[in-house]
């Protein structure tokens, strides 16, 4: 079998994702014999091949073109397809990122290929891939198979461990696909990052604030929590619909699904639709005045306390934690 | 103006999970269904377009009969016509862009409004299928849109930012949360949408592309440590976290 294994990258660097989705496929590879292609897309990005024969990947296929240095959906799925159909792939692995989510549904249809999004683990029964993925923002979880010759996996970030690069090389080989104006229909014209600031979907460490906090003004003690430890800064639903926190910092079924290695809920209560968006979270941290708070029954260490006592407290020590080791 | 508005009708969001006998999908009883959250800003975005170009927007669901009460709350916020394509046995989401895509064939829609995802899979399929299916542009995740003189420009989401993309109609637009605030049905609207008719197609489901084997509650955490009720529980949690989650 041969699997292919698309590397998302922006701004000339691999992203952590990309190395999870080679390493995962790497991983299935062995059980099949399979072989893993990583598949790499950009402007002036070449250099950036030899980084995944480290983390499996037996043949990177480099496509370089001054044209495709900002997304384009269009043009990144008719190549997508183009390098699949050239290799004879069986199997396509992708991130579930706002890349990945984006090609996965085109692809699905050019390639006549079954789709499972957001998988969280992929196991090999008999040289089947039976994958599992959360359903109602992680209230559920179902076990998938693809009824299809050609298959598509999203994997979703954070939760396949990349592990580190070893000294394997891949062989390395560019490919030019054919692309014509119809390809660059769609096209991004411009980056814009929030500067500084970590994203939930993709922070291995998440401070999130809710009514708790009792007024916009008091996430500073959040945002200072979540400064030291190196963390993004999460919010329930609540306060989103408050207009206290932008809606890209929701956490929970209307908001984003996260899976941290650790998550601090400050001032949450845990709300059914909350819950399901970081129950599958490492370790759980919660603090909140009410002893009844159903987010304590997922907790793995909670407070009982006042927020607005125990922040400052947990922020200054854990610098002081930080300073000495 | 052609709008196409595709909706989805999902358990609400308190709904606690149960898993149904046949092992595979979710105990129905007692769950209180509701329009797709997504999907209500997918429709403000098409009610909005349709102020600004004129025209008329339609809302289309596939499923069963319990869909007409997400389709008569679209009707009720203002779509002028809705369609349900009626299906007698489930679909994947393939199967849901291969409907939604033969009616927008038949129908030639400008723009093609969805939302970012229906809260009961999540799988954030349908969208992007469609548009292929119908060689359209589109973009996903949006946050903000333009349009003028049939020039796209939109801001989408992406981890850490933003992208801003641009294209040109006809196009499929996926909404993400942020890019409108849903009104509120208004009795007339509600009313109104009593008496607007759903035309009700019956189709055939196409083949399932996904096989689901089985459906699973995770596993329950086990009961965490509280372990303390002020400041002073710090030092502690500090401790736990270091050396014996080893996460910081």
């Known amino acids: ?325 | 103006m052609k709008i196409l508005v595709c909706v989805a009708h999902v358990p609400d969001t308190e709904t606690k999970v149960k898993i149904s006998s046949d092992g595979i999908s979710i105990d129905q009883s007692g769950v209180n269904f509701m329009l797709n959250p997504y999907d209500e800003i997918a429709i403000e975005e098409g009610l909005k377009s349709r102020e600004k170009f004129t025209g008329e927007v339609t809302a289309i669901s596939v499923g069963g009969d319990s869909s007409k009460e997400s389709l008569r709350k679209a009707l009720a916020m203002g779509c002028d016509k809705a369609v349900l394509l009626k299906i007698n046995s489930v679909c994947d989401s393939n199967g849901v862009a291969e409907l939604i895509s033969n009616f927008a064939k038949e129908y030639q829609p400008e723009i093609i409004f969805f939302g970012k995802q229906s809260i009961d899979y999540d799988s954030s399929i349908v969208g992007g299928a469609v548009a292929e299916k119908l060689n359209l542009a589109s973009i996903s995740v949006v946050v903000k849109l333009e349009i003028e003189n049939l020039e796209v420009t939109a801001q989408r989401e992406i981890e850490g930012g933003h992208e801003i993309v641009k294209t040109k109609l006809p196009a499929v637009i996926i909404a993400q949360k942020g890019l409108n605030t849903p009104r509120y049905p208004s009795l007339k609207g509600i009313m109104d949408a009593k008496r607007k008719p759903i035309e009700e197609r019956i189709v055939d489901a196409p083949a399932k592309l996904v096989e689901v084997n089985l459906m699973k509650i995770p596993p329950a955490k086990p009961a965490g440590k509280i372990i303390g009720s002020d400041a002073s529980a710090v030092p502690e949690l500090i401790k736990l976290l270091h050396e014996e989650a080893k996460v910081i």
């Open chain 1, 1 to 325: 079998m041969k699997y292919i294994a698309f590397v998302e990258q922006r701004s000339g660097q691999i992203k952590k994702n990309g190395f999870e989705v080679v390493r995962a496929s790497s991983n299935l590879a062995k059980e099949t014999n399979s072989e893993v292609i990583a598949v790499i897309i950009g402007k002036n990005i070449s250099s950036l091949a030899s980084e995944l024969g480290g983390f499996g990947a037996n043949k990177v296929i480099v496509i370089d073109d001054a044209r495709l240095e900002n997304y384009s959906t269009t043009a990144f799925a008719s190549i997508i397809n183009q390098v699949v159909k050239k290799e004879n792939g069986n199997i396509l692995f992708l991130s579930a990122t706002a890349m990945g989510r984006d090609l996965a549904p085109r692809l699905s249809v050019k390639l006549n290929a079954g789709l499972a999004v957001d998988c969280t683990s992929l196991k090999n029964e008999n040289g089947k891939i039976i994958a599992t993925r959360p359903v109602y923002a992680g209230k559920g979880l179902i076990e998938v198979s693809l009824t299809t010759s050609v298959q598509i996996f999203s994997l979703r970030p954070n939760v396949f461990n990349a592990g580190d690069s070893s000294n394997e090389q891949a062989t390395i080989e560019n490919f030019t696909p054919e692309l014509n104006d119809e390809d660059f229909k769609v096209q991004v014209v411009a980056v814009e990052t929030s500067s500084g600031k970590k994203d939930v979907a993709e922070s291995s460490i998440i401070v999130s604030g809710g009514r708790g906090l009792r007024e916009s003004g008091n996430f500073g003690l959040v945002e200072k929590l979540a400064e030291v430890l190196g963390a993004a800064v999460g919010a329930s639903r609540a306060v989103v619909d408050a207009g206290w926190r932008p809606h890209e910092e929701q956490v929970g079924q209307t908001g984003k699904t996260v899976s941290p290695t650790l998550y601090i809920a400050v001032g949450i209560s845990g709300a059914v639709q909350h819950l399901a968006g970081m129950s599958s979270s490492k370790c759980i941290v919660a603090i909140n005045k009410d002893k009844e708070a159903p987010i304590f029954s997922i907790a793995n260490y909670g407070i009982t306390g006042d927020a607005f006592e125990i922040l400052p407290a947990l922020t200054s020590q854990l610098k002081i934690f930080f300073g000495k080791s």
